[in-house]
Each structure stands twice: as structure tokens, then as C-alpha cells.
């Protein structure tokens, strides 16, 4: 079983820059890939970025790339994701994820992933 506790979320004008953090409880953090997703209202939750255990491999959605960094400290059971040069499409409620479907590729969809933690909002103003 693994709790994750999202923070960092907040109002940031555009052109900004945010830092989410996502901490974990539980002995096995390092085992599970991990993700962050985003959910704007009235839309889909859809991928933002991943990465896998060792945090060798990572993946971005093509709206982010460039401009968000998802990283891992194994030693603190913690995943960041760096946000800069926001936008105000960036507007949504951000979702770390843990999984364990697979050790060897980043995981990109939502069903790869076991636990969600309860979502951080970030919001840019224009």
C-alpha cells in the first residue's frame, strides 16, 4: 500500500514557474514508476510526465515538453515535478501516480498506475 500527498500547487502569473512535490509512505517507493497527470474542468485527466523506478527513464507529454522536469529522490520517497514557462492551458488539478505494471518503461496511461494521491491545483493567470 502506498499514500501519496501531493503539494506545491498554487496561483502563478504566466510565464511562471511552480514546483509540485509528491510524497509517498510506505518501505517500497523505489519499486514503483511514477507519474504526474492533470485534469482541467470539463476535460480528461490525461498524462503530463513520467518516469520509472531509478528515475533513468522518462516521458513527457508533447504539450509539456521543454518545459516541465519530473524527477525523484528514492532516498526521501518523494517525485517533483519543476514547471516553468507555465501557461494558462496548464490551468488543472495535478495528480501524482505510483505503478507497478512494468519496471522497464515509463508508464503513460492511467490504468498503469495503483495509486493516485489527491490532486494540487495549479492555476495560471493570463
Known amino acids: 500500500q502506498v499514500q501519496l500527498v501531493e503539494s506545491g500547487g498554487g496561483l502563478v502569473q504566466a510565464g511562471g514557474s511552480l514546483r509540485l512535490s509528491c510524497a509517498a509512505s510506505?518501505?517500497?517507493?523505489?519499486?514503483?514508476?511514477m507519474g504526474w497527470f492533470r485534469q482541467a474542468p470539463g476535460k480528461e485527466r490525461e498524462f503530463v510526465a513520467g518516469l520509472t523506478w531509478s528515475g533513468g527513464m522518462t516521458y513527457y507529454a508533447d504539450s509539456v515538453k521543454g518545459r516541465f522536469t519530473i524527477s525523484r529522490n528514492n532516498a526521501k520517497n518523494t517525485v517533483y515535478l519543476q514547471m516553468n514557462s507555465l501557461k494558462p492551458e496548464d490551468t488543472a488539478v495535478y495528480y501524482c501516480?505510483?505503478?507497478?505494471?512494468?519496471?522497464?518503461?515509463?508508464?503513460?496511461?492511467?490504468?498503469?498506475?495503483?495509486?493516485w494521491g489527491q490532486g494540487t491545483q495549479v492555476t495560471v493567470s493570463s
Open positions: 510506505g518501505r517500497t517507493f523505489s519499486s514503483y514508476g
Open positions: 501516480a505510483a505503478g507497478t505494471a512494468s519496471r522497464f518503461r515509463v508508464l503513460r496511461g492511467s490504468s498503469d498506475y495503483d495509486y
